[in-house]
């Protein structure tokens, strides 16, 4: 039979092996570790649904617990705007500080749809400094579901208030709304065909309309002949412009030599004579260069296919017509003098 003594002592090991399991679970259950920790603060408008022991995780890995939340008040800063009013602080672990770098993005969000809300990191870019111990830094605020169902609820309910106020107002317009569309379908039903013939009216006269671009384009752009007829124009002001200067030029260094030996040969009435000379050879010369100037504007309008000329130059169709005249006329010399 045993002692009292060794029961006691049995009795107290199982005891502190009791004690040691629940501290252990205690310890297990509540993620207590003896990892080092640091802080980093951040601020929020509205942390949502965070309470104080949430975990803080960076790709699904916890790295620590949010400590403590303390309303800041939304004091005004030095620059004149709004500080947040929410103000958190995060107890890290010293080993993921590396990680973090200074442009992290901190958010909220929850474990499923409907589960419990920590605070997300997403650690940033690998070339960016770490952010240091005791930082503040800026979360975003998660999405206000509770204030957008109470705007569309509002919204919603000053509809119905205001549907229900001008029930009447309300009932003319749909009715009116269905007077013009039963209106319009009737008048489409009842002309119908006429319908169809203007649709194909407008696309026949858009086929019209591009046959007659295109055999335009064919006739008077795209014509050698015009290319010719242009050409040669474009030859003979060109032709004209050249000789035509150094023909003035002659012509004034006559005319100059002639004023000099009309003032140094001859009596008084040769003089006379020779001066009324150079001076009809003088206005000789300026009709015959306003009778250039108007022959290049002749031109000019030909080229552009005004007048009776330029039409007779430039209308293809007309030339051909004389063209054609001139052949039945050389054929048939009868008809100067017989009509029919």
């Known amino acids: 039979m045993a002692s009292p003594r060794s029961i006691e002592v049995k009795v107290g090991i199982l005891i502190l092996t009791a004690l040691g399991l629940l501290a252990t679970f205690i310890l297990v259950m509540g993620g207590v570790n003896f990892q080092p920790k640091y802080s ?20 699904g890995v916890e790295i620590g617990k949010l400590s403590e939340i303390h309303f800041s008040g939304g004091k005004l800063g030095k620059d004149g705007k709004r500080e947040p009013l929410v103000r958190i602080q995060l107890r890290l672990e010293e080993r993921y500080q590396q990680s973090i770098h200074d442009n992290a993005t901190f958010y909220v969000t929850t474990q499923g749809v409907l589960g419990e809300q920590f605070l997300a990191i997403e ?25 957008l ?15 229900r106020e ?3 107002e309300v009932g003319e317009a749909f009715d009116g709304l269905r007077k013009t569309l039963k209106g319009t379908g009737e008048f489409m039903h009842r002309n119908q065909d006429r319908l169809d013939r203007i649709a194909e009216n407008v696309e ?15 006739r008077y752009v795209n014509n050698p ?39 140094t040969v001859g009596g008084e009435t040769e003089q006379v004579k020779i001066r009324k000379t150079l001076d009809d050879i ?55 003098f017989w009509r029919e």
């Open 166 to 168: 001008h029930r009447e």
């Open 282 to 336: 003088a206005e000789i010369a300026g009709r015959a260069r306003a009778a250039t100037a108007d022959a290049q504007e002749v031109l000019a309008h030909v080229k552009r296919g005004k007048g009776t000329v330029g039409a007779l130059v430039m209308d293809e169709q007309l030339f051909d017509d004389l063209q054609e005249l001139a052949r039945d006329l050389k054929h048939n010399p009868w008809k100067f």
């Open 204 to 218: 026949q006269m858009s086929v019209d309309g591009t046959d007659l671009v295109k055999d335009a384009r064919q």
């Open 149 to 163: 169902l109470a705007e569309g609820y509002e919204l919603l309910h000053a509809t119905v208030s205001a549907m």
């Open 225 to 263: 002949q015009i290319d010719r007829i242009l050409a040669n124009t474009d030859q003979l002001t060109g032709t004209a412009a050249r000789d035509l200067p150094p023909l003035m030029a002659d012509a004034r260094e006559t005319l100059a030599n002639a004023r000099r030996l009309s003032t």
């Open 123 to 147: 650690p940033g870019s690998t070339d960016r400094p770490v952010i240091p111990p005791n930082a503040v830094v800026r979360g975003l605020d998660p999405p206000r579901l509770d204030m």
């Open 40 to 59: 980093i603060y951040v601020d929020f408008d509205n942390p949502g649904g965070l309470q104080t022991g949430a975990p803080v995780k960076i790709a």
